[in-house]
């Protein structure tokens, strides 16, 4: 069994999205991932990774820390310390994993494979070309297999290749008993949130249909959940850990999400998702993977492949124009309407017939 560094350096979502590769890696051999300590947890949670490193790299991570000459010295020097038999550089369309290998030939790291526009010259044993050797417009889960799979690591015959993470404890703990629906307002770009107000208005139409709501966020999210949440949803804003949070996504009927760490999260423990996307990023790369999804926004807004982390459009039309009450209609599409709908309530449909 051979040990093999598995990189991707950005954050929590796109760990959780290079878990089918991961995978394909584990099947064979032993997985050490490298990743920011934004993505550790996440990294923590995939099957197949044995051990995690973290390094805040200079050219992905964001906001980037300085380049200090110290700092790469030490990851050479992890790295070497661990002996790896290759490397697996998972990058997006728009990152080089050339700097990367360039630190990993220091290392001693004696066969290294990444997708790369850029001449790898020595860098790279096994070079894809992007746009040659695989389409750029396709799930970023299948680009990393592609990656993978160059560098000979499959995925087994009776793996689908969709995201999963480790077993999950049961939410009841968290939302007690019953079916819930999540609502998790926030995001890690301002471009891609949709309005607070949206948020909770959404809430109240759940609830007001029967649904139990709960809306979850990190520690620094608090006041948004606490105004999301109102009187009518349960606050779990800055409560839950990654895995807690994945046990309570795993309970949920739906959950309705931007485009964040979170939405790929529920994706990786079967949750459907009504997905509020901001074109910022393409869909078709970026959305919720092998689970049904809603997709709401208008993908073909000016921000388009912005890439922008502030909408430069005022107003931030794409996300702020989708209504409540739509994507209440995206969850009915999903999973029907609630036991208190007035599309299931037996007076409005006597009136009707």
Partial sequence: MNRVLVARLDSLGDVLLAGPAVRAVAARHRVTMLCSQQGAPAAGLLPGVAQVLTWQCPWIVNPSPAVRAEDLEDLVTRIGSH???????????????????????????????????????????????????????????????????????????????????????EP????????????????????????????????SLLAAEGRKVVVTGGPGETSLTA??????????????????????????DAVVVGNTGPAHLAAAVGTPVVSLFSPVVPAVRWAPYGVPVELLGDQDAPCRGSRARECPIPGHPCLSEVTAHQALAAVHRLIGPGPRSPMTDPDSLAGAR
């Fill in 172 to 203: 009841a703990r968290w939302v007690g008993e019953g079916h819930y629906v999540v609502v998790h307002p926030g995001a890690s770009a301002a471009a891609r949130t949709w309005p607070a107000q949206n948020h909770g208005e959404l809430v």
């Fill in 83 to 169: 002996r790896f038999d290759e490397a697996v550089i998972l990058t997006s369309f728009h990152q080089s994993p050339l700097p990367l290998a360039l630190a990993l030939r220091l290392a001693g790291v004696p066969r290294v494979t990444g997708a790369s526009v850029d001449y790898a010259g020595s860098l790279l044993d096994i070079r894809l070309r992007p746009g040659e050797d695989f389409p750029e417009d396709e799930p970023e889960p299948v680009r990393a297999l592609t990656i993978a799979a160059a560098a000979g690591h499959r995925l087994p015959p009776d793996d689908e290749g969709h995201l999963a993470v480790r077993p999950t404890a």
């Fill in 227 to 252: 105004s999301v949440a109102g009187r009518a949803g349960l606050d779990l804003g800055g409560r839950l850990d990654l895995p807690q949070l994945a046990a309570v996504l795993a309970g949920a």
